[in-house]
């Protein structure tokens, strides 16, 4: 049931319907923390609700649903691509909120852990681009 609700959530917000994705990405969690607390999926989870909470503008919320997420993969899945995601998202919010060493030093863990499992990816790219941005926001030279 959790793994329907979530897979309805990440549709919802795909589809921009942001209040829906929400509610299912929440009750998939309520399942998920019931029935398999700190599990890699209930990481996926966090970090997919911490992707709604920026679509809302709660930087809080999403920073503290990153930061769970976060902790449970570096627990189990060390080094994975879903843990290079939940950094890339954390950069994205240090960003937003100006604190540029700390995103920077966030998408180079993500880069590093991209580049190593998905040369060419889009992800990577996406990484690379945030990371540019970042780069010149600090005045860093190309």
Do not use: C
Not at 52 to 79: S, T
């Amino acid at each position: 049931m959790a793994s329907t609700l979530a897979d309805l959530g990440r549709i919802s917000y795909k589809r921009d319907k942001l209040d829906n994705a929400e509610r299912y990405y929440k009750q998939a969690l309520s399942i998920q923390a019931k029935q398999a607390p700190d599990s890699l999926e209930l990481a996926l989870t966090l970090n997919n609700l911490g992707a709604v909470a920026i679509g809302h503008g709660r930087l809080d919320e999403a920073e503290a649903l990153f930061r769970q997420a976060l902790a449970i993969q570096e627990k189990l899945g060390p080094g994975s691509l879903d843990l290079a995601g939940t950094l890339n998202n954390l950069g994205r919010v240090a960003q937003v909120r100006r604190k540029l060493d700390d995103a920077d030093a966030l998408l180079l863990r993500a880069l590093a852990i991209r580049e190593k499992l998905a040369p060419g990816s889009l992800d990577l790219a996406y990484t690379l681009e945030n990371l540019g941005v970042v780069a010149k926001d600090l005045g860093k030279p190309d």
